[in-house]
């Protein structure tokens, strides 16, 4: 057990709908970091806040956004699904966002689109 | 931007050193390489990381070429809990002061008892 939670763990959606994907960090982590895992693309970043703030981003779609709230639990928005969008959603924290700092994964959510 | 490239599969004998290839020949001087490894659809699991010189932990080390454009991941006494997809990860950093996590496509180790 990583010590990060994501909710939920399954989400079954029909396409051009919108989900919310939760994630709480490890605790005393301050940064938190959205990844997708699909058959085709392989893994992939999506994002990273560090104490609220955007601080890094990576192949993100624009139907898509995350944010950090003040308790630092995490949430990525997923709008105007589409069958392409179905994947394993993880979420990881670390202490910092320096260069070097472990990232911890939680267990997923796996979202398909019909 | 940084790529990795991995290859597929590989089997190893348990008891035996596993050694995992990557090749980052586009990376700069200030990229950091990351390993990290998935079981099943589990959460991936940090193994080590690096920049220039050889590094090791508890789990495993990490062998960097002396142009950094290769490195590779030993496992020193493989067991069969190590059967997984081990993935290369290097951090782009971008001019703006961001940066990016570069994942390749994983190699899926088999450790044969």
């Known amino acids: 057990d990583s010590g990060v939670t994501q909710t939920p763990k399954h989400l079954i959606t029909a396409t051009g709908q919108r989900v919310t994907l939760r994630c709480s960090p490890r605790?005393?982590?301050?940064?938190v970091y959205w990844y997708q895992q699909s058959l085709d693309q392989g893994l992939q970043f999506l994002i990273q806040y560090y104490n609220g703030e955007e601080r890094a981003k990576g192949n993100i779609l624009e139907r898509f956004s995350a944010q950090q709230f003040p308790d630092l639990h995490s949430e990525l928005n997923l709008s105007s699904l589409e069958l392409g969008d179905s994947a394993l959603y993880f979420c990881?924290?670390?202490?910092?966002?320096?260069?070097?700092?472990?990232?911890?994964f939680g267990p997923g959510t796996r979202l398909t689109v019909l | 931007d940084a790529k990795t490239t991995q290859p597929t599969s590989m089997d190893c004998a348990e008891g035996r050193a596993a050694n995992l290839p990557c090749n980052h020949s586009t990376i700069s001087g200030n990229e950091y390489v990351y390993w990290y490894r998935q079981i099943h659809s589990q959460g991936p699991q940090y193994i080590i990381h690096g920049l220039k010189n050889n590094e090791t932990n508890e789990m495993a080390s990490l062998i960097i070429t002396e142009d950094r454009k290769s490195s590779t991941l030993i496992l020193p006494h493989a067991t069969l809990r190590d059967t997984a997809v081990y993935y290369c990860i290097v951090r782009v950093d971008r001019i703006s002061g961001t940066y990016k996590y570069i994942f390749g496509t994983g190699t899926r180790l088999k450790v044969l008892a």
């Open positions: 990881a924290s670390s202490v910092g966002s320096k260069r070097g700092n472990e990232q911890f």
């Open positions: 605790s005393g982590d301050l940064s």
